[in-house]
Each structure stands twice: as C-alpha cells, then as structure tokens.
C-alpha cells in the first residue's frame, strides 16, 4: 500500500499518534513536529517497558514516521513547519484546545493560508465545551463515558478496561474520518476540519450497550448488582466462568445445546427460565458445572455442539496463538544498541499483504536534517538552526556532506 499523503503531525501520548501511524503504514508521509526535548511519549512508558533506553509506548503508535524536533515558540521554528504544511495534504494535532492558535498555528488561519488542507483534531472531550479544556485521557474518559461502570459491578466494584481502548479507537476513527475528508477533496477540491475525542470514541465503543440501555431504562441495577455474566444486556450464559485451570467464555448460546454437552440434568431443568431475568441464577449453574473441567477437555465437545466459546488468554498465550501467527499479528524490530521490540502489527491487508516496516522515530528530531533538507535547506543551515536551539537533529539521518 503506498498511500500518496503528506501529513503534518502535531501528536502526543497515544491518539494522535495512533492515528498517524494507521496513516503512515499505509505508506502516508509523517512528519511527527516535536520539542527539542522529545515528546512526552519520549519520557514516560507505563509498566517499567523501556528497551535500550527507547519507550516501548512510544514504539506502539510511531512506527513509520519521521521525527522533526523543532521550538515552535520560535519564529523560525513556526516558518519552518509553515512551510512544511504549505506542502502537506493533512494537518493533524491533539493537544489541548487552543494551544495551536497560541504557537500561531491556529487552524483557522492555516485553512485561510490552504484552503484545501484537511484539518484534523484528537481532543479529550470536545474542540469547544463547557469540559473542553479538561485534560483528556484513555482512563479519564473510560469513567466519564460510562464504560467503566458497565464493566464490573456488585461487590467487585467497577473495572476499568485493562488497555487504552478509547485512545486506539479514538486514533482509528480520526483516521476514518480524514481518509473520507481526502476523498472528499479529491471530489471537490475542498479541505475539511474533522474532529475526533476521545469522550466521543469513548461513546461510540459503546454503541450497542447504550442504544440497548435508553431502550429500557427501568433497570437502576444494571451497574450495581453482582453479575456472574460478563455483559449487563446479554441473557446469561453470556459471560466469563472460571474452569479448574483459568477461564473460558461462552458467547450467545441456545441453553438445550449447552445442558446436551455439558449432559447436565441441572441445565436441563432451568432450560425454560427467563435468562435474562434469572441470569444469575443459570450463569451460577452453568459456573458449577464448568468449575472443574479442563478446557482441553471441555473444548472439543463444545465444538462439536456448535457452542461459542473462547479459552481466557494471557498475553503469553496470545503469542503462541497459531491463528495470531497465521494473521503475523506481532512483529519483532531492532532497537539501536542491540534489543528488539515486538510491536502489533497493522490491522488490515491490502491485496492480502500487511503494510511493511520502514522506520521508527527512536530518537526526537532523528530525522530533522532529512525533512528540513527536503525543503530545500542546506545542511550548513540545519546545523546553524540546532545550534541556536531551533531545531534538535541528534543522530539525524542524512549524511553530513
Ligand atoms: C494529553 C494532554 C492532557 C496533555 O496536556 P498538557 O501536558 O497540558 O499539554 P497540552 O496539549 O495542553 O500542551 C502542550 C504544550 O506543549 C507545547 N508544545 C508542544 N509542542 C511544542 C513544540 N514543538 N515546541 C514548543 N512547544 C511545544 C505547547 O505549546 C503547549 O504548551 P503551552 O501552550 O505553553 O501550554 C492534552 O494534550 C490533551 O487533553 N489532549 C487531547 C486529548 C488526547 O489526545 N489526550 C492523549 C490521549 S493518550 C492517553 O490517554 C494515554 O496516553 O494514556
């Protein structure tokens, strides 16, 4: 996939980049403009996973964009990356609102300057707002849009989803949206703002469950009972159960398939209950025949009776899964200074291939002098900006000529 688009980005933490790098797989051309200091990506990588001294949180969502380390609260830090955008088909950023506008950079005056840019923006709550200022992230926003409490329950309490789901969806959809505004462009020949948050991702994960909850909003106990099922809205036996060893998953399955293999005269005698609003009681008889069976044991009869299940896998057990060795869901990169990273691959194929992997931003402003000479300045002049502190170009990759 060689996708002709040039793109500015102004991305940190995980949205914005995750966006970008959906792009820049797709053969997209990213500039990731970022302070001399790196981005705060750069500094932080949750869980201790630094490899070499490079953060694994960074190599998540950077794969295949270039790094252009550059003071924007310099004057010729802004005209440089002006004249990068004049030459770029999409803008993207996701700070808070109005930070652009206060580095000059405002989108309103760069559709004035380009009028057929498309624009786009990962915010936490919303561009505009009564909350829109907050600061938006995947935890915050798993609480404020809901999904927090649908999750867990009773005495458990309410779970958080254990993955930055919300920043990832959030990072996809903008995706979404500017690959149809650049549709849209080559059709009119106009730009397009397109906005993203991470509350409205947050929102739109749920879609299912919302529209299911305001259809019959007369159940105040949904989010405070014990459940045994995984889901609120499904009947059981709709949910997680432990086995002798770790867990499986039933999915929506017909209850006279499920007591035949499992031969339970205890499932038999509650196959006409409502289960859904007995799902606790059929979920606990399904829990106490399931609590001493091995899923290699329990596995081969539920397939062969056609019953939707899944065995509850650890991360470790995900690499070994020959379905996500098939799909090449992961790949192992080298990192400088002799490790390696396993990072998740590109979701989707095209003409059956995965996008390949041409670089990684390791370090901030790797790539400065490269971009910067692909503007048209000299190498004296790149090194004169880093010298002032416009521009950071530690182990820039152009040769010094
Ligand atoms: C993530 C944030 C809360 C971080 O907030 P802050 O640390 O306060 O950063 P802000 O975005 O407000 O502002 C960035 C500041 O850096 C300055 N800045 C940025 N780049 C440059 C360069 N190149 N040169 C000079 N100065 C720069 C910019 O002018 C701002 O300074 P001043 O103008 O001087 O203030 C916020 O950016 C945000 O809400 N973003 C939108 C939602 C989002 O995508 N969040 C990340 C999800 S990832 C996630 O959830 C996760 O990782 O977990």
Redesign the pocket.
């Known amino acids: 996939m060689q996708l002709k688009m040039k793109v500015v980005s102004?991305c940190?933490?995980?949205?914005?980049p995750a966006c970008t790098q959906y792009l820049a797989d797709m053969g997209a051309e990213v500039v990731k403009?970022?302070?001399?200091a790196g981005?705060?990506?750069r500094h932080w990588s949750g869980g201790n996973s630094w490899i070499n001294g490079v953060s694994a949180?960074l190599m998540s969502a950077n794969r295949n964009t270039e790094s252009l380390?550059?003071?924007?609260?310099q004057p010729e830090?802004r005209d440089l990356v002006l004249r990068l955008i004049d030459e770029a088909d999409v803008v993207i950023e996701?700070?808070?609102p109005g930070?652009l506008d206060?580095?000059g950079l405002g989108f309103d005056m760069l559709r004035e300057r380009k009028p057929a840019l498309v624009l786009a923006s990962?915010?936490?709550l919303g561009r505009t707002g009564p909350a829109a200022s907050r600061?938006?992230?995947?935890?915050l926003m798993q609480a404020r849009s809901g999904l927090i409490a649908a999750t867990g329950g009773g005495t458990q309490g309410p779970a958080a989803v254990g993955a930055?789901v919300?920043?990832q969806h959030?990072g996809a959809l903008l995706a979404m949206g500017i690959l149809g505004a650049c549709v849209r462009r080559l059709q009119t020949g106009e730009g397009t703002l397109v906005e993203s948050?991470?509350f409205a991702a947050g929102i739109d994960l749920q879609t299912e469950a919302l529209t299911k909850y305001y259809a019959v909003k007369q159940r105040p106990d949904v989010f405070t009972r014990d459940r045994h099922v995984g889901s609120w809205y499904h009947d059981a036996p709709y949910g997680v159960y432990p086995l002798a060893e770790g867990h499986l998953v039933l999915s929506m399955n017909d209850p006279a398939k499920l007591a035949a293999a499992l031969d339970s005269d205890a499932l038999r005698a509650l196959q006409q209950i409502d289960r859904y609003a007995e799902r606790d009681r059929y979920a606990q008889a399904v829990a106490a025949e399931l609590r001493t069976r091995r899923f290699e044991d329990v596995s081969p009869v539920f397939d062969a009776h056609a019953i939707w299940h899944e065995r509850v896998r650890s991360y470790d057990d995900l690499l070994e899964d020959p379905q996500a060795r098939h799909n090449e869901a992961f790949r192992e990169i080298d990192v400088p200074g002799g490790g390696t990273a396993l990072l998740v691959n590109h979701p989707l194929r095209y003409d059956g291939e995965l996008p390949g992997y041409r670089r990684m931003p390791f370090h901030a402003g790797q790539d400065s002098l490269a971009i910067l000479q692909r503007l048209g300045l000299s190498e004296a002049e790149c090194r004169a900006l880093a010298d002032a502190k416009v521009i950071g170009m530690p182990g820039a990759t152009a040769p010094r000529s």
């Open positions: 102004f940190h933490y995980l949205q914005g403009i970022e302070p001399l981005a705060f990506e949180f380390a550059i003071d924007l609260k830090g996701n700070f808070r930070v206060r580095l990962a915010s936490g600061p938006g992230q995947d935890l930055a919300i920043d959030g948050s991470l």
